[in-house]
């Protein structure tokens, strides 16, 4: 079996309680509270740029240029794909996107770039891919379970987050044989630290969605302060 197969199956708990969380349920239903979406929109709108600096941290570490140019081709799809799907929940709220731009990440989203950084900074090219790769991997499976499971049809207002993610099969093949190419050349040692990167990462998409809906926030919030 191939080890991306075995995170896949290894985690699947988390994959299901993803799937079936209330602010993935009313991304399909098509009913979002506008609190919840404006908190999602603001905190991945910065979890973005961390994901986008921990990619650079990546490539800082890397030791190979096939590598470099995968983490480029990455960080590419970071900086343009996403902003199609965050325009949809915009439009949703009716607010403009740069009005919910420059925030800083609640605790939960704060913990997962960190946690991404650490694996970046510290770990092997294999490491820093098990950690990044539950970020497209989830928003995948999550496309694709909405657009089998409601009618997404034209008018439906999340039709083109959906399809957004629906159609990323490829991208996340691509990270999967990337992945599998240094798992085949790893340690034990190193492989065990890939799995827990990866679980960990999970978790914390999961934990996202749970801070989005209910609009967590550090306590007594000083934006001057608490923004980096
Ligand atoms: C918390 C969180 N997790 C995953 C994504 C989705 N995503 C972020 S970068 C990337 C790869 C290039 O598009 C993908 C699929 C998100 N937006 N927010």
Redesign the pocket.
């Known amino acids: 079996m191939k080890f991306s197969e075995e995170l896949k199956l290894e985690n699947e708990d988390i994959f299901t309680l993803i799937k079936n969380h209330p602010f993935v349920e009313g991304i399909g239903k098509g009913i979002l509270s506008v609190d919840a979406v404006r908190h999602y929109v603001q905190a ?1 709108y910065a ?2 740029n961390g ?1 986008m600096k921990t990619i650079g941290s990546a490539i800082g570490n890397a030791n190979h240029r096939n590598d470099i140019a995968y983490f480029s081709a ?1 960080m590419q ?2 900086l343009h ?2 902003i199609q ?1 965050h325009l949809c929940f915009c439009e949703y709220i009716n607010v403009n996107y740069e009005d919910l731009q420059g925030q800083p990440l609640p605790p939960t989203g704060d913990h997962y770039v960190k946690h991404m950084m650490y694996h970046a900074q510290t770990g092997t090219t294999g490491e820093a891919i098990s950690a990044l790769l539950p ?2 991997w ?2 995948y499976e999550i496309g694709k379970y909405l657009n089998e499971t409601w009618q997404v049809s034209d008018n439906h207002p999340f039709q083109i987050w959906i399809q957004c ?1 629906a159609n ?1 099969k490829q991208d996340v093949e691509e990270m999967c044989e990337r992945l599998d190419e240094h798992a085949r050349h790893a340690s034990e040692k190193e492989k065990a630290s890939m799995k827990i990167a990866f679980r960990k990462s999970c978790q914390l ?1 999961y934990l ?1 969605w749970e801070m989005a809906m209910s609009t967590e926030e550090w306590p007594s919030l000083k934006e001057d302060i608490n923004n980096e």
């Open positions: 991945d979890y973005l994901f990455l799809f970071s794909d996403e799907a970020c497209p989830t928003y993610y990323t998409e996202f």
